[in-house]
């Protein structure tokens, strides 16, 4: 079947020869290919994601959730799946789409083929779309809504999943945090996994950062972590919200010689306090901030005026933002991939980064306590923050990559040594 290209005619009828899989655009467009992974539908919006590498940490990472995914790298899958590439516990991004159909694995630490692992996770995948096209179509009208489908049989009700797609809200106005963050407080690597990841090693609590991110065996993994409060092992004790976080945001506080307790989206403020914490962290996360806003500014506004430095990533940063009076804004395309430049407006610094958000904080809206600290060099959007007044800074992006490069990875130890002063 050769590759799929949109048409305009949303109708019952059998699927072209050889199809077993559609994306149906709001819009109208029919774009026809090959299911793989579950079958069955899912509606969302659709985005592309400009990473080479990293397929799975993309699509487990929370902020993922409510969109389906174009990869513009078309051999997604040669390297299979793992247990260790994954940043949740589950899949939170509806489904991919690629231009290749998924080869098997070709990689010494692969445990699966991709489309096992689609299916155990009940996610759908979509190959033979000309992914090209469909990027600079949302880089023309910005991210659509759009139902992904996929039967072996080749049979489509087309007009059904049209009015899917119509009908799902979009992302504007929606929370999307408490779906995805913890249940309940837990503190993150007291089974002795925390820190990042290494070649043989796996994930070791014993892993710590050193300069420019490069790793030192210095930290002790026999430091007990029940103790609340700046432990026996003399590590700053950081509150951790999670809105929706990747599991390398942990590590890498940990590998940056914290101990890390991580509590749900709606903890309150007493909550938080009675942990004894000595700094906060604000999680990345899926959806609008200013919905999620409507539980999480106010309790970030508590603990900013305890004066205890925080730090936050993504939505994180959107929500610190709201917290002293800006504004966010839903973006045209949004920005997803790993090699997006961020300048450093201290020194000029240029910083290649990892980035996946679809909402952004209005510059113009900061106010007087509010520094800009970081800009894109895309698009000039803001992409961090730090307040004069208070012991507080945040970023847009992920200075956790996983994928993506580590040139940020300094944010985690500036962060725990503000916290050990």
Not at 51 to 60: D, H, P, S
Not at 381 to 386: C, P, Q, W
Request: proline fraction near 6%; hydrophobic fraction near 35%.
């Amino acid at each position: 079947m050769a590759d799929a290209k949109p048409s305009h005619a949303p109708q019952s009828r059998p699927a072209p020869d050889g199809a077993t899989g559609v994306l149906v655009l709001a819009s109208g467009d029919v774009l026809w290919g090959r299911g793989f992974g579950a079958e069955g539908q899912a509606a969302g919006e659709v985005c592309f994601h400009t990473a080479m590498t990293g397929y799975q940490e993309i699509m487990t990472d929370p902020s993922f959730a409510g969109q389906i995914i174009t990869f513009t790298f078309p051999h997604i899958g040669n390297v299979g799946a793992n247990p260790d590439d994954v940043e949740a516990d589950e899949p939170h991004a509806l489904g991919m789409i690629v231009r290749e159909d998924p080869t098997g694995p070709s990689n010494f630490r692969a445990v699966e083929h991709l489309d096992g692992w689609m299916k155990r996770h009940t996610r759908i995948g979509l190959a033979g779309i000309d992914t090209r096209a469909l990027t600079r179509r949302i880089r023309g009208g910005g991210a659509p809504n759009g139902v992904i489908a996929h039967s072996a049989s080749g049979t489509f009700d087309v007009d059904f999943l049209l009015g899917l797609a119509r009908a799902w809200p979009g992302l504007e106005g929606m929370d999307l945090a408490k779906q995805v963050t913890r249940e309940t407080h837990g503190t993150w690597g007291d089974d002795g996994a925390g820190g990042v990841w290494r070649l043989g090693f796996g994930y070791g609590a014993s892993t710590s950062l050193g300069t420019n991110g490069e790793e030192d065996d210095t930290s002790d993994p026999s430091v007990p972590s029940e103790v609340e409060g700046q432990d026996a092992g003399g590590r700053p004790h950081v509150v951790a919200i999670d809105y929706g976080s990747k599991h390398n945001i942990f590590r890498s506080l940990v590998a940056a010689g914290a101990k890390v307790s991580v509590v749900p989206a709606e903890a309150s403020y007493d909550t938080i306090m009675a942990l004894e914490p000595d700094g906060i962290f604000l999680s990345n996360g899926p959806g609008d901030p200013a919905a999620t806003g409507e539980y999480a500014v106010p309790v970030i506004r508590q603990l900013l005026d305890t004066g205890k430095p925080m730090f936050g990533i993504c939505l994180g940063h959107q929500l610190l933002g709201l917290a002293v009076g800006a504004r966010t804004t839903k973006m045209f395309q949004g920005h997803r991939g790993a090699n997006h430049p961020v300048k450093r407006l201290s020194d000029g610094a240029v910083e290649i980064t990892s980035m996946n958000h679809g909402f952004a904080v209005e510059r113009e809206s900061l106010p007087a306590n509010a520094r800009e600290t970081h800009v894109s060099l895309f698009d000039g959007s803001n992409a961090g923050l730090e307040l004069t007044d208070r012991p507080a800074f945040s970023v847009q992006y992920h200075p956790e990559a996983s994928p993506g490069p580590q040139d940020s990875f300094y944010l985690f130890e500036r962060f725990v040594s503000d916290l050990r002063r």
